[in-house]
């Protein structure tokens, strides 16, 4: 990818060493130190002995496992900045090990121009963990004309989305396919909501809508587009990546598209597999996600599909709302809730200690997969941890129970249900380009 | 029954609870009937209306009621939402309480305000309609003007329900207090205008108007809510009355005893016939009076003890 | 005294977390209805008559003992004498200090205005129910006159309020209890009005009362 001149955050002359843990990665699971040299990792051995004026990160029964990798995070700048920014959204997604982000389009103006883009990418290489621009789909996200999809690729954009937008239009998802197709490693990223089948809907439509009388929005909304995306899909070719998948009717369409040799791939949250409609009850509006939280079947669907790899990725849209929006009625408020400093940890805590998934697969699911779907591998992001590679780690201590206070949070929103509550397993250290960005659960920048 | 200290919904009261409100609303109704239909028993209490939505009928109910009970009354009023003015909700509603006030009756475009509220304030809070979720105060002078009406409980009572049911907060509370007192509900209505998985509603479903009538005891008949999207999900209005139209003609084929309520304002012509709804089987007027004796009923609970005791 | 009755009351608890003891009887079932009876006298004498006269029980047990006042005064007068009942609980000012009630029923059997209301209560303590009385009466028109009956007057007044006709003035502690039991109120076999008190006031003469 052709480099602007801004240099990355580097770590030129400082030494880590990775002690005490267990490497876990795409090649497999062993017993191993890590020693990092200006960013680079050198050596991944047992019992390593630190060199002089190295610093020792201690490992001791926690996962060292390649930088976490966010497929989806809205970091609000420009133009949200009381929300987030993105250098208070990258430290959220350090503390919660993520090497790398991939920021969301929707901003202020939106990310369908090459100037704007080129802004986020040079303050991404600057914060806490790296960022990296998607890019617009259609001018303005509305839908109807494509954006300069060449131009955003040459300043490295891979990932395409209207997010919080759905592209309706079948002929405009058709052209933005078939144009990618020229742009090796794009993808096509779908909001597949139907926004007439979802209009004016809050929540899940579903027996908990029809009893607290919140306008829903039925699963139809979302299989519906599949559906037929997937058939625009099987006639254009191109790569195409459904975001936040959240009903188990999407499950069984992906595998067929699969099966079919469709380069078709699929993500969901943290919270699509552990929340269900019925937290709507509260009308308390940290409950409101588009696509919205939806039944017990469809968030066990979410969870089985992650285990057989019908779901590749597990992303977070990472949401930050100021609090002033969610002192509303659930109806008035904006949908999304934070995400980057308890995913690991709340898929640890439901979908790992219950045994529901191994892991290797969690965390595939978290680096991995969602780097070799944004094009991030070759940035070194994802593995493996071995010689040569840049040094994107992270270390995981999955015994710790710990809660996210209010206090704790990086940025100036506050809408996490997972606040207060008890979580099981925590990021220790991150390091991003062989700087230690997180040591001991305290953000170093 | 004691210590409650909100009214958000009709969901969570019992059939105990429910009977309780009607119990003392009977009191109330002997004493508008007074040459003096005023008592002291919240003198010094301050009740304020907070109508983020237009509603007239309603919010003059609550505030006569409250002044019977002898409180002061104050009313903050809004059109569209607190959105639109730039002003957060907990921000209007920190700002009424700080004026000193002992009661909130709120009434809210959106579904949940009033829980909302009563998470934020010390005052108890009475849900005067949120959105499509409930109107319990609608529910219970409802029940209470039937229960006047049949002389006895609603055990066994058929009551269909018919037009908006999907849109309408005022079946909501309706279902759940008629069925909790023992009455058997219909819901009729177009597939369009049924809410959702309404399988999981406590009644009977029906989209044949004519084959239910003579089975009636009463005919509860909705508003069609124009302002909302029903223009997308119905045919022609004149279909509408057509099928679902409470006309004379329906009316006839009635119960001899069988009776008509609309919890109003009506759109005659729409939902009801003018000589339906003046006519000797309407329960309206009745359903009005009702309206001011049960909200007495629900302020004088609520405030006329001393503080503290369970949430709602 | 207490060693005639047939059975001994126990002591019990008593609202405030003590317990309360029986001291003494106050009326008899045969006493009861002699003073019920020279009320109604009383009445009809003070009014010249009973023609404007009607009575309003306050609940719980006025109602009833207006009943038999009403009963008394047609067998000697032969006059029917309109009864009511009045609940004045949402006229009380000590709402705030006490859990709501349920209401009670008030019926008043003809317009009070212009004729002689007799208010009817069992016993006459504060005189806060009376005051919050003469309050909803005045909801209802305006009385020539309101006049109060009472079986017992307990004294510890704390407003200026005075009873016009009563069966029995019974000087009490003010932690004492007067306890009226009537047949039609109180599914007691006979009607019976007893001074109970808290076990700690004078605990010889109330937990001496065995057999």
């Known amino acids: ?445 | 029954m004691t210590g409650m200290r909100h009214l958000l919904g009709i969901t969570g009261l019992d059939r105990p609870a429910i009977e309780c409100y009607l119990d003392d609303a009977a009191a109330f109704w002997e004493v508008l009937g007074r040459d003096i239909p005023k008592v002291p028993a919240l003198r010094g209490r301050t009740v304020v209306t907070l109508f983020l939505e237009d509603s007239t009928r309603t919010r003059l109910s609550f505030e006569t009621a409250a002044r019977r009970l002898s409180a002061d009354t104050m009313s903050f009023q809004a059109r569209g939402s607190s959105v639109a003015k730039g002003e957060s909700l907990l921000d209007t509603v920190r700002t009424i309480e700080a004026l000193g006030v002992d009661a909130l009756v709120v009434r809210h475009p959106a579904a949940g305000a009033p829980h909302r509220i009563a998470g934020w304030v010390d005052a108890a809070v009475v849900n005067g309609g949120d959105g499509r979720h409930e109107h319990p105060t609608q529910a219970l002078l409802d029940c209470f003007t039937l229960r006047r009406h049949l002389g006895t409980g609603l055990d066994g009572c058929r009551i269909g329900i018919i037009g908006d049911v999907a849109h309408s907060r005022v079946a909501r509370s309706g279902v759940r207090a008629f069925s909790a007192l023992g009455a058997e509900v219909t819901l009729i209505a177009p597939p369009t205008l049924l809410p959702e998985r309404v399988e999981t509603w406590p009644a009977r479903v029906t989209h044949d108007l004519d084959a239910e009538l003579a089975e009636l005891d009463v005919a509860y008949v909705l508003r069609v809510q124009r302002e909302r999207d029903a223009a997308r999900r119905l045919p022609p209005l004149h279909e509408y009355y057509a099928r679902y139209g409470l006309t004379e003609a329906r009316a006839a084929r009635m119960k001899p005893h069988a009776v008509v309520m609309h919890p109003g304002p009506m759109i005659r012509g729409l939902e009801v016939a003018t000589t339906v709804a003046d006519g000797p089987r309407s329960l309206v007027r009745d359903q009005v009076r009702a309206g001011v004796a049960v909200r007495m009923a629900v302020l004088f609970r609520l405030l006329g003890s001393p503080a503290g005791g369970d949430d709602a | 005294m207490a060693g005639s009755r047939p059975t001994e009351p126990q002591p019990e608890a008593a609202p405030g977390g003590g317990r309360f003891a029986f001291r003494a009887r106050v009326f008899d079932a045969d006493a009861l209805r002699r003073a019920t009876i020279r009320i109604a006298h009383e009445i009809v004498e003070r009014n010249r008559g009973a023609t404007d006269v009607v009575l309003v029980g306050l609940p719980r047990r006025g109602p009833e003992i207006a009943r038999r006042i009403a009963a008394a005064i047609r067998s000697f007068e032969g006059v029917e004498v309109p009864v009511g009942t009045l609940d004045v609980t949402m006229h009380r000012d000590d709402l705030a200090l006490r859990p709501v009630r349920p209401l009670g029923p008030t019926r008043l059997p003809t317009d009070v205005g212009g004729r002689v209301v007799v208010l009817v209560d069992d016993v006459l303590f504060t005189g806060r129910t009376v005051r919050a009385a003469l309050d909803a009466l005045g909801t209802f028109g305006r009385p020539r006159a309101v006049q109060l009956a009472v079986l017992v007057d307990r004294g510890h007044r704390e407003l200026p309020i005075r009873a016009d006709f009563v069966g029995k003035n019974l000087p009490t502690k003010r932690v004492e209890d007067v306890r009226v039991r009537l047949t039609d109120t109180d599914g007691v076999a006979e009607d019976v009005v007893e001074l109970w008190a808290p076990s700690d006031v004078d605990t010889a003469a109330a937990g001496g009362a065995g057999p």
């Open chain 1, 1 to 445: 990818m052709p480099e602007p001149p801004q240099p990355e955050a580097t770590a030129a002359g400082t030494v880590l060493c990775l002690r005490g843990g267990t490497v876990c990665d795409a090649t497999g699971e062993r017993r191993a130190d890590v020693l990092v040299r200006d960013g680079t990792i050198t050596e991944v051995a047992d019992g390593l002995t630190p060199p002089p004026g190295a610093r020792v990160l201690d490992c001791d029964g926690a996962w060292v496992v390649p930088g976490l990798v966010d497929l989806h995070a809205h970091l609000r700048e420009p133009g949200g900045e009381d929300a987030e920014t993105i250098e208070t959204g990258a430290r959220a997604g350090a503390l919660g090990g993520f090497s790398a982000l991939v920021a969301m389009p929707n901003t202020s103006p939106p990310l369908d121009d090459p100037a704007v883009v080129a802004a986020v990418a040079a303050a991404g290489r600057r914060a806490p963990c790296r960022v990296y621009p998607a890019g617009c789909v259609t001018r303005g996200r509305a839908g109807t004309e494509l954006a300069p999809l060449g131009e955003l690729y040459d300043l490295g954009v891979r990932v395409f989305t209207d997010d919080g937008a759905c592209v309706a239009d079948a002929g405009v998802l058709r052209a933005a396919l078939e144009y990618t197709r020229a742009l090796p490693g794009a993808v096509v990223a779908q909001h597949a909501e139907d926004p007439a089948l979802a209009a004016d809907g809050h929540m899940h439509e579903g027996a908990w809508s029809s009893r607290l009388g919140i306008p829903g929005r039925p699963a139809v909304a979302e299989t519906a587009v599949v559906a037929r995306d997937l058939e625009v899909v099987g006639h254009t070719g191109g790569r195409y990546h459904l975001l936040h998948c959240s009903a188990a009717g999407s499950v069984a369409l992906l595998r067929a598209a699969r099966d079919a040799g469709l380069a078709v791939t699929a993500e969901v949250t943290p919270h699509h597999c552990v929340l269900t409609d019925e937290c709507c009850a509260t009308f308390d509006p940290l409950y409101k996600v588009h696509p919205p939280l939806r039944e017990p079947g469809d968030r066990d669907a979410m969870v089985a599909a992650l285990a057989a790899g019908v779901i590749d990725a597990i992303a977070t849209d990472h949401a930050p709302h100021p609090p002033v929006t969610k002192e509303r009625p659930f109806e008035e408020a904006p949908p999304g809730m934070l995400g980057l400093q308890t995913a690991l940890a709340v898929v640890w805590t439901h979908l790992v200690a219950p045994g529901r998934l191994t892991p290797a697969q969690a965390f595939a699911a978290l680096s991995w997969r969602p780097a070799a779907i944004a094009g991030l591998t070759a940035e070194g992001h994802g593995g493996p941890v071995a010689p040569g590679r840049p040094a994107h780690l992270t270390v995981f201590d999955p015994q710790a129970r710990w809660r996210l206070g209010a206090d704790g949070l990086a940025g100036p929103s506050a809408n996490s249900p997972f606040l207060d509550v008890e979580l099981t397993g925590r990021v220790r250290h991150t390091v991003v380009g062989g700087e230690a960005v997180v040591v001991d659960h305290e953000a170093r920048r």
